[in-house]
């Protein structure tokens, strides 16, 4: 994506953000549908129906629940400015990261979280992130806005803020511009607990016990910004750089990820699991984002219906690359030691009006919820492949979880959506097959419902249920066959527009409501879901 990013840098200045085309549809208001939202809901009058064959019976596959990683780059304001405040500053924190981001990250569980990047990663090297905070070098940030960054958050910071919030640090190395020994140090720094070089640097800093990292990204996107490698030869260097990590405790293995594919290069799959041993490779990544065109994203806020679906229809095409690339790890590693990790995805649009381009600064609206509902469903019925993901970016990037401006800060439609997946976690995962209708626009259709659900370690099943068509409710049936549940409750995600976002004035406008818009017989659920809503049902 390297050579793309540059030419979206150049052809944002001249880019002219498209402005409001007007409604796409007229809406009719159907007061009282919905009477347990707490919002006056906006929908046309058509229907659809669905049909959902649950299989309540017939788990085995567990949804791992690192499925719902993060990921947090040095980029534009999602460390400086948005997590890392510093601890002078008047903005509540703790060792200067904003205590209501750590609060709202609890909530949200959140499992993993990915650092220092991205692109950003293939330039960092660690050591200048520790120790005396005014004793480590300014550098220039080349990759996003060549911004200079003063190294003030680091390892410390970092693997300090993960213990916080209850994550585990996903770490990816500089294999681009760094070498096999800074990494080397750098596993041993933050995991050795004897006698070292390295361990006693990480005491005089003033950490006695190691963090005990065991997810490490061997490079990102080898292919591009991190070293425009073939994948024969990414191949050989992953090796070598994962030949000298080690977890320094022999007790539990590192889990080492090698760089992945762009999109449908199933040619970098192919190589990776044909040159690379099983036992030094327990991940292989996967990149791809939700866009209307590459080259002319349009705004994040203020698009059409026919931005949408072509939105829609990218995220929807996460299906078929974890399935394509699945099928090729399926021939070299039928046992599935090796998982797909999916450590970038999210929506990417122009960056807000007036901001830096090269920061990557985005609202979130229902379109993204609409995203985040779908991917994290493929993720759920892939999971015995897929075991590890993250949502690119956590706080002020692209589709970010958390919004914030000085001491305000917002959580987006995005948020809401994973908080509400949050039940699938560790759960047993329930396969299902759907029938239903199409999302149909001219002569272009998407299925119109996305489904997964899961069965949690008490026994509760939930299902999760999104509806991307932008004009037509749907008619949902779920038959629940090999089991039996007596209560049933549910949340919806809803507004009146699919441009509606949560700002800085009206922060809640789009959030969680009470769903009761269903009927239960013994053995089937019938719903019905507003058009762009996700549902997320609980049965018992
Ligand atoms: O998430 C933004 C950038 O997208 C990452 O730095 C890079 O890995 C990808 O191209």
Not at 317 to 343: C, F, G, Q, W
Not at 350 to 358: F, H, Y
Request: net charge neutral; hydrophobic share 35%.
């Amino acid at each position: 994506m390297i050579s793309e990013n540059y030419k979206m840098k150049k052809t944002l200045s001249a880019k002219t953000i498209l402005r409001r085309k007007g409604e796409a549809a007229k809406p009719t208001r159907l007061a009282g549908i919905f009477p347990a939202a707490s919002f006056l809901f906006l929908v046309t009058t058509s229907f659809a129906q669905t049909s959902i064959i649950l299989q309540a019976d017939n788990g085995k596959e567990k949804i791992n629940k690192n499925i719902y990683g993060h990921f947090a780059e040095h980029l534009g304001h999602c460390i400086y400015g948005g997590f890392y405040v510093g601890d002078t500053s008047l903005i509540p924190n703790s060792n200067g990261v904003r205590n209501d981001i750590i609060e709202a990250l609890k909530k949200l569980k959140i499992p993993t979280l990915r650092w220092p990047g991205g692109c950003f990663a293939d330039t960092y090297h660690w050591k200048d992130g520790i120790g005396p905070k005014n004793k480590r070098p300014v550098i220039v940030n080349r990759w996003w806005g060549g911004v200079t960054e003063d190294n003030s958050f680091g390892t410390h910071d970092f693997l300090d803020l993960c213990e916080k919030i209850g994550a585990e640090p996903y770490l990816a190395a500089n294999v681009g511009s760094g070498t096999v020994q800074e990494l080397e140090d750098w596993v041993q720094y933050v995991n050795f607990d004897g006698t070292s070089p390295m361990s006693k640097l990480r005491k005089e800093n003033g950490r006695e016990k190691p963090w005990n990292v065991k997810m490490w990204g061997v490079g990102n996107e080898a292919w591009g910004c991190g070293g425009n490698m073939k994948p024969e030869h990414y191949a050989d260097v992953y090796r070598q750089y994962a030949t000298f990590m080690t977890d320094w405790t022999n007790s539990d293995h590192l889990f080492r990820v090698a760089s992945g594919a762009n999109v449908d290069d199933y040619h970098w799959t192919e190589v990776m699991m044909r040159d690379i041993p099983r036992n030094m490779l327990e991940g292989v990544a996967l990149h791809h984002y939700s866009f209307v065109e590459w080259n002319n994203k349009g705004s994040a806020t203020d698009f059409t219906e026919q931005q949408y679906f072509a939105t829609m229809k990218t995220a929807w095409r996460m299906n078929e690359l974890v399935t394509r690339h699945s099928t090729i790890m399926d021939r070299y590693d039928p046992e599935k030691r090796t998982a797909l990790v999916v450590d970038e995805w999210g929506g990417w649009y122009n960056v807000e009006p007036g901001t830096n381009p090269g920061f990557l600064y985005q609202q979130n609206t229902m379109r993204d919820a609409m995203i985040a509902g779908v991917t994290l469903n493929i993720f759920n019925n892939h999971c015995d492949r897929v075991r590890a993901a993250n949502l690119a970016q956590t706080v002020n990037v692209l589709q970010a979880v958390i919004l914030t401006n000085k001491e305000k800060m917002i959580l987006t439609p995005t948020y809401h959506v994973m908080e509400m997946y949050n039940v699938h976690q560790d759960a047993t995962l329930i396969p299902l097959t759907i029938a239903g209708s199409d999302y149909i626009l001219g002569d272009q259709k998407l299925p119109a419902i996305s489904a997964s659900a899961s069965k949690d370690k008490n026994g509760a099943v939930h299902v999760s249920l999104v509806n991307i068509d932008a004009g037509k409710s749907q008619d949902v049936t779920i038959d629940i066959r090999g089991a039996k549940y007596t209560a049933i409750s549910g949340r919806i995600l809803a507004s009146a527009k699919l441009q509606d976002y949560n700002s800085f004035d009206t922060p809640d406008k789009i959030k969680p409501a009470p769903f009761k818009n269903f009927k239960k017989t013994d053995s089937q659920v019938s719903v019905t879901l507003p058009p762009f809503s996700v549902v997320v049902l609980e049965l018992k």
